[in-house]
């Protein structure tokens, strides 16, 4: 069975002492869940001030980024070896509005995702249609050309490591989110796809988390879904209750 995963992407919010108010308080509120896993993805200059508060706890870090290359003159960027140094276990790659608002795309978020395999990191690869895509009947296509380019050359044996996110574009912070059986659909397309990939049973163990205004409201339902592994979080992480709540949902 696959064992669920519940990241918070905190995105470009929180301070110093929210982030540290925000950890504190999920440390209290999560109890020792141990049938899931739980992962908070800060700011990257908060990383090592949140690792430290939940070093030793069930709680995991995660970065929302990374560059592919080790080390070198890329002014204002973080390699995997940066992250792993500060305690990080995942990261975050390929998220929507990276892919928008920052050019990333298939071939960059591949060297990413080998990067971060090479450095022992977790990759969360992120894939998801836009609402013109999806009003057009391309979501199966879109997807497929995003799962297919970004885990371009990676082997059955990489792919044990693998989380793919299904985020949506058009219900990302808007309220509005996926239906169950609308992102169950996609959740049992990437699947497939995983299969002809890297094998059935391969593909059996990916995990494949479903982003895009969950709420605790609404968790429980899409997470009840035969192919829904847990969720990636955004605003309803930035609140310990919130967040604590969709853990719950998820146990
Ligand atoms: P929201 O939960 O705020 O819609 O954000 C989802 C997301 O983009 C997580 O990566």
């Known amino acids: 069975m696959r064992k669920p995963l519940i990241a918070g992407n905190w995105k470009m919010n929180m301070l110093r002492d929210s982030s540290l108010a925000l950890v504190h308080g999920l440390l ?6 141990t049938t899931v896993d739980v992962a908070v993805c800060p700011p990257s200059v908060y990383l090592h001030d949140v690792g430290a508060a939940i070093r030793g706890s069930q709680i995991g870090l995660g970065a929302q980024n990374m560059h592919h290359q080790a080390e070198g003159a890329f002014t204002g960027e973080v390699s995997v070896q940066m992250l792993s ?77 693998l989380v793919i996110a299904y985020e949506p574009v058009w219900a990302i912070g808007t ?15 990437i699947r497939g796809l995983l299969g002809e990939l890297f094998g059935a049973d391969q593909a059996q163990a ?9 709420k605790p409201d609404n968790a429980a339902e899409l997470l ?20 604590a709540a969709i853990v719950a949902a998820a146990g």
């Open 175 to 189: 309220g509005k989110t996926a239906s169950p059986a609308q992102a169950e659909e996609v959740h049992a397309q």
């Open 28 to 33: 209290d509120s999560l109890g020792s869940n």
């Open 85 to 161: 140094d500060l305690g990080c276990r995942y990261v975050i790659l390929g998220h929507s509005e990276r892919r928008e608002l920052f050019g990333e795309t298939d071939a960059s978020v591949n060297q990413k995702l080998m990067a971060a395999l090479a450095g022992g990191l977790t990759p969360i690869v992120c894939v998801g249609e836009t609402l013109e895509q999806r009003e057009s009947g391309a979501t199966e296509q879109v997807i497929a050309g995003q799962i297919r380019g970004s885990l371009a050359d990676l082997t059955a044996h990489q792919s044990e490591k």
């Open 224 to 243: 009840s879904q035969p192919n829904i592994d847990g969720a990636l979080v955004g605003g309803a992480s930035l609140k310990a209750d919130s967040f």
């Open 206 to 214: 990916v995990r494949i988390q479903y982003g895009g205004s969950v």
